[in-house]
C-alpha cells in the first residue's frame, strides 16, 4: 500500500499570507496526485488533480505542484474561506488509492 | 447541478447487515464510475468501492473484501452499498462520490453529504 505522509499535521498563517502543504508517497506516485479540501460538516471538494491541473471552479491562488514521491500545494495569498482541512490522495495505485491523513490550515 | 443523496446509515449491533443508498440526479448517472469512501468523525478518508458505469467491473479495499459489496441501478440513478458482518471499526460517515469519468479514474468531483453508521451493542 502506498503509504501518503502529509506534515505538518497543523500550520497557522494569516489571511493574506502564503501556505505551502506537503504530501510525501513511500513510493513513486508519477503525476497521479490530488488535492481536497474539506471544511466542517462538508464532504471534500476537489481542488487539484495530476499533480497541478486546478479542478473546474477553483480560484487561481491554489496550485500544485510535484512528481514522483513530493507534492505541493500551494495558496498563494490566504483568504478567511481558505481555512480548512487539506487531502492528498494518490490514484497511482488504483484500485488501492490512498489518502493522506490531512493536514489542518488554521487562522493564527 | 450534481446532487448525491446517501441514506440507509443508522445504528446497528456488530455482526449485523445494513444496505446504504445514493441517490444521485443533475448528470447521466449511466455515464460514470461511482464509488464509496469513509471517514470516521474528526479523522482521515479511507477509499471503500468502486464500481463500474456498467456495474459489470467491481473492486473493494481490502479491509471490507468479503464483507461489502457495491451495485448499482442506472435505472434508478441509485447506487448501493451492502455492508455485511459489520465491525466496530466500520462505523464511520459513509459518502458516495461521483468519478470524473468512465472507466474511473479514481478521483472525485462531487460528494455526497454522508450518511453515518454506527455500530454498538
Known amino acids: 500500500e502506498i503509504v501518503l505522509t502529509q506534515s505538518p499535521a497543523t500550520l497557522s498563517f494569516s489571511p493574506g499570507e502564503r501556505a505551502t502543504l506537503s504530501c510525501r508517497a513511500s513510493?513513486?506516485?508519477?503525476?497521479?496526485l490530488v488535492w481536497y479540501q474539506q471544511k466542517p460538516g462538508q464532504a471534500p471538494r476537489l481542488l487539484i488533480y495530476?499533480?497541478?491541473k486546478r479542478a473546474t471552479g477553483i480560484p487561481a491562488r491554489f496550485s500544485g505542484s510535484g512528481s514522483g514521491t513530493d507534492f505541493t500545494l500551494t495558496i498563494s495569498s490566504l483568504e478567511p474561506e481558505d481555512f480548512a482541512v487539506y487531502y492528498c490522495?494518490?490514484?497511482?495505485?488504483?484500485?488501492?488509492?490512498?489518502f493522506g491523513q490531512g493536514t489542518r490550515l488554521e487562522i493564527k | 447541478q450534481v446532487q448525491l443523496v446517501e441514506s440507509g446509515g443508522g445504528v446497528v449491533q456488530p455482526g449485523t447487515s445494513l444496505r446504504l443508498s445514493c441517490e444521485a440526479s443533475g448528470f447521466t448517472f449511466s455515464n460514470y464510475a461511482m464509488h464509496w469512501v469513509r471517514q470516521a468523525p474528526g479523522k482521515g478518508l479511507e477509499w471503500v468501492a468502486v464500481?463500474?458505469?456498467?456495474?459489470?467491473?467491481?473492486h473493494v479495499a481490502d479491509s471490507v473484501k468479503g464483507r461489502f459489496t457495491i451495485s448499482r441501478d442506472n435505472s434508478k440513478n441509485t447506487l448501493y452499498l451492502q455492508m455485511n458482518s459489520l465491525r466496530a471499526e466500520d462505523a464511520t460517515v459513509y459518502y458516495c462520490?461521483?468519478?470524473?469519468?468512465?472507466?474511473?479514474?479514481?478521483?472525485?468531483?462531487?460528494w455526497g453529504q454522508g450518511t453515518l453508521v454506527t455500530v454498538s451493542s
Open positions: 490522495q494518490q490514484r497511482s495505485s488504483w484500485p488501492k488509492i490512498t
Open positions: 464500481i463500474a458505469d456498467d456495474g459489470k467491473d467491481k
Open positions: 495530476d499533480a497541478s
Open positions: 513510493q513513486s506516485v508519477s503525476n497521479y
Open positions: 462520490a461521483k468519478d470524473v469519468l468512465a472507466p474511473a479514474k479514481y478521483y472525485f468531483d462531487s
